[in-house]
């Protein structure tokens, strides 16, 4: 056993932990423990502890705490920030912690908190249900729950943390819990929205819905001339739909283009083609160079866009928001010159995608920003900006570059603001946190909510234990991490 910290954690865990893995730097497997889905993010931990029990995950944070040493969490190793990632200290993955069980009386799934989207999916469909989840079939379920969530199914039932009901969690100290709106109420307010903040989530309970009939749902492209057209239909979508129909409007430079800019249309309808087909028409006339819509069974949907974003090569997703009816004007003459300008001068850029989510907005508006800490409610739609690149030396670049088109897409509500008034006023906290959030302060991620989140954290972590996320901290409510 060597002297360091680290070797004395190692050798702790391996004698103490009664079903999990650790693995150090020259163990076998190591580097795929240590492998993101963005390689920007990828980080040499010191050990990797593949966890397997809420009892073994206790006991690695309270022997972190003994050798002080530092821990963060990965469940979908999803995170563009690297809150999933450290450098030289530990990671708890909980890459093992796959459960999915379905009630069907009561309609709730229990999933653990290593499961991806797609475990849930499969399970709740062949049970005839859904769960709200993310659009990305490979992302995790914990990550994607304590930030929020949106999916194809948001404009019917909400967001995924409007369908949470508990989470049983590792807390700072070490103590295993069960948060729900009877037990720890102020905690369970907190997770929904900053859970990544306040512990390990070990298992989520969500409410399903009945989900026994296909879907129609898929891709559909076109050239960059058809893009004021494809804005207006989505946007009169947006505006009629009832929930069960939704879009994203993606422009990057796909093959059927030659690597120039075109027009991705992902479109759903939770009912059948014939349902759809008259909803989607005057997309359909707009004569799709590709067309892979048809109907689908619903575990199908969120593994659409899967390959536009799959694991391994550098990449990060930046949040912003607009307002509907989105002025087609400022996507063709602002957005798209900076996405080509990228395109053009980063090596690798040309996978890069801006990403316009065209979701009803009705259910999620029907809680308010203060009844959970996650404050991005309102009539707004989300932006995702997207690069992609092959070297590290651009990584900041990159960074920077998404934040400039994320502050171009500020500017363009702030003019529909002067424009439209009121009406046009967006929530008061514009960045969705799953996204790279790191330039952004907690006050821009949760509004009004961050000194109750200060609070709490101050009550179940006064430590900062789990720091890789947000810094909740008072003094630090204006401040981003860089």
């Not at 009629?240 to 800019?261: E, K, L, Y």
């Not at 003019?415 to 008034?421: K, L």
Request: charged share 20%.
């Amino acid at each position: 056993m060597g002297s360091s910290p680290i070797d004395k954690l190692a050798f702790e865990l391996r004698k103490t932990l009664r079903t999990s893995t650790v693995l150090t730097q020259d163990s076998d497997g190591y580097l795929e423990s240590i492998r993101r889905w963005s390689d920007a993010v990828e980080m040499k931990a010191g050990i990797v502890v593949y966890a397997q029990s809420a009892e073994d995950i206790s006991a690695t944070i309270l022997a972190c705490h003994k050798y002080a040493v530092s821990f963060a969490v990965s469940g979908g190793r999803h995170s563009s920030s690297g809150a999933c990632s450290s450098e030289g200290g530990l990671v708890i993955d909980l890459a093992k912690m796959r459960q999915v069980h379905v009630d069907p009386a009561t309609q709730l799934v229990r999933a653990q908190g290593g499961c991806i989207w797609k475990d849930v999916d499969d399970i709740a469909f062949a049970n005839g249900f859904a769960a709200v989840g993310g659009t990305v079939n490979h992302t995790g379920v914990a990550g994607l729950t304590l930030g929020g969530g949106y999916g194809w199914l948001s404009g019917r039932y909400g967001l995924v943390i409007d369908n949470l009901r508990a989470v049983q969690m590792v807390l700072a100290d070490g103590t295993i819990t069960t948060v729900s709106e009877d037990n720890h109420p102020d905690l369970f307010w907190a997770v929904r929205g900053a859970g990544h903040a306040f512990g390990v989530a070990v298992e989520f309970t969500f409410q399903m819905h009945e989900q026994k009939n296909p879907v129609w749902a898929g891709q559909m492209g076109f050239p960059l001339d058809k893009l004021h057209s494809i804005i207006n239909f989505a946007n009169e979508l947006v505006a009629t739909t009832n929930g069960d129909s939704a879009m994203m409007v993606g422009i990057t430079a796909p093959p059927f283009t030659n690597r120039t800019p075109g027009v991705v249309a992902t479109v759903f309808h939770n009912g059948s083609a014939i349902e759809a087909q008259p909803i989607f028409q005057p997309l359909l006339d707009l004569q799709p160079i590709v067309n892979s819509t048809k109907e689908r069974p619903y575990n199908e949907v969120n593994g659409m866009m899967n390959h536009a974003v799959d694991y391994g090569g550098r990449k990060l997703s930046k949040g912003a928001v607009f307002h509907t009816p989105l002025r087609p004007e400022f996507v063709s003459d602002i957005i798209v010159p900076e996405l080509e300008r990228f395109h053009a001068t980063v090596p690798g850029g040309k996978r890069s995608i801006l990403l316009f989510e065209f979701f009803k907005s009705d259910k999620w508006c029907e809680y308010s920003t203060s009844d959970m800490a996650f404050a991005n409610r309102g009539p707004h739609q989300n932006l995702l900006i997207g690069p992609f690149w092959d070297f590290s030396e651009h990584d900041n670049v990159a960074r920077q570059w998404s934040q400039a088109v994320a502050k171009l897409a500020w500017l363009e509500l702030e003019r529909d603001q002067i424009e439209h008034g009121p009406s046009a006023k967006p929530a008061p906290a514009t960045e969705y946190g799953n996204y790279d959030h790191l330039a952004a302060s907690p006050r821009q991620i949760f509004g009004a909510n961050v000194e109750r989140l200060i609070e709490i954290k101050q009550k179940y972590d006064p430590d900062n234990v789990f720091d890789k996320s947000y810094s909740l901290i008072k003094g630090h409510e204006e401040i981003g991490r860089r």
